[in-house]
């Protein structure tokens, strides 16, 4: 039965979450010309709120929990799982307190309805795998820039996403100098989980009445501890959270 819900709502789905993108495209344009980023962020806002809410046309259950154990008034590094590209709604609309920046792949900024716009005018970090210097450049960059602001940045340490829903070896260099341009930031591991059980056959069909959860667990604070250290027990919480331990 699943499968056969799979079948219809699927392209129901697509068809709702491509045309979010291309209606707010436009509207975060018009935002940020006329009334400047305090209003393009507020658009990107309620573009993330809509997407998450559209997981419901599958009958999925969402439930977001632990936003309480943030501390305010500090740079966060929100240190997560990555399992599809439906991960970033629920990051922007979860952590929209702390304005959500993004260590992202350059090419994601071109051509892209919505998210391209964002990645570029929201100041996250657009970096060229194959330039390392550029790479560590744009991170601090973005690192000194949630220090200043106290925003948040996000980075899925694990490099790409995980098909199976396994969290693969976090690699520490991105957390490390995010770290040395915000000194004062707070680590806080983010777990997300569902979305590979949600994409198990691909984009096509989607399980339908997938449980999906987005976690923050307890924060950690880098100071007296080795970048090691740090990597290590933020990846052995989101493997304990996610029972992969």
Same mark, same amino acid.
């Given at each position: 039965?699943?499968?056969?819900l799979?079948l219809?709502?699927?392209?129901?789905?697509?068809l709702?979450?491509?045309?979010?993108?291309?209606?707010?495209?436009?509207?975060?344009?018009?935002?940020?010309? *006329?009334f400047?980023?305090?209003?393009?962020?507020k658009a990107?806002?309620?573009?993330?709120?809509?997407?998450?809410?559209?997981?419901y046309?599958?009958?999925?259950?969402?439930t *977001?929990?632990?936003?309480?154990?943030i501390?305010?008034?500090?740079?966060?590094?929100?240190?997560?799982?990555h399992?599809?590209?439906?991960?970033?709604?629920?990051?922007?609309?979860? *952590?929209?307190?702390?304005?959500?920046?993004?260590?992202?792949?350059?090419?994601?900024?071109?051509?892209l309805?919505?998210?391209?716009?964002?990645?570029?005018?929201?100041?996250?970090?657009?970096?060229? #795998?194959?330039?390392g210097?550029?790479?560590? #450049?744009? &991170?601090?960059?973005?690192?000194?820039?949630?220090?200043?602001?106290?925003?948040?940045?996000?980075? *899925?340490?694990e490099?790409?996403?995980?098909?199976?829903? #396994?969290?693969?070896?976090?690699?520490?260099?991105?957390i490390?100098?995010?770290?040395?341009?915000?000194?004062?930031?707070?680590?806080?591991?983010?777990? &997300?989980?569902?979305?590979?059980q949600? =994409?198990?056959?691909?984009?096509f069909?989607?399980?339908?009445?997938?449980? =999906?959860t987005?976690?923050?667990?307890?924060?950690?604070?880098?100071e +007296?501890?080795?970048?090691?250290?740090?990597v290590? #027990?933020?990846? +052995?919480?989101i493997?304990?959270?996610?029972?992969?331990?």
């Amino acid at each position: 039965m699943k499968r056969v819900l799979g079948l219809l709502l699927s392209p129901v789905f697509h068809l709702y979450y491509g045309l979010m993108l291309l209606i707010f495209h436009p509207i975060q344009v018009a935002a940020l010309c *006329f009334f400047g980023d305090p209003a393009r962020k507020k658009a990107v806002d309620l573009l993330n709120f809509f997407l998450v809410k559209g997981l419901y046309l599958l009958g999925c259950k969402v439930t *977001f929990s632990g936003f309480e154990k943030i501390p305010d008034k500090r740079p966060v590094i929100i240190v997560s799982n990555h399992q599809s590209l439906y991960d970033i709604p629920a990051i922007v609309w979860g *952590f929209r307190k702390y304005y959500p920046k993004f260590i992202s792949k350059i090419e994601l900024s071109k051509n892209l309805p919505s998210i391209s716009h964002n990645l570029k005018h929201g100041k996250s970090a657009l970096i060229d #795998r194959d330039k390392g210097t550029q790479a560590v #450049r744009e &991170i601090l960059k973005l690192g000194r820039l949630i220090q200043e602001n106290n925003y948040a940045a996000c980075i *899925f340490p694990e490099g790409t996403r995980s098909k199976t829903g #396994r969290v693969k070896k976090f690699m520490s260099a991105g957390i490390h100098t995010l770290l040395r341009a915000a000194p004062s930031a707070v680590i806080v591991p983010f777990v &997300i989980d569902g979305h590979s059980q949600l =994409i198990s056959n691909g984009f096509f069909p989607l399980k339908c009445g997938q449980q =999906i959860t987005y976690t923050v667990l307890d924060p950690v604070e880098p100071e +007296g501890q080795s970048i090691e250290e740090i990597v290590n #027990r933020v990846e +052995g919480a989101i493997k304990m959270a996610l029972s992969q331990e």
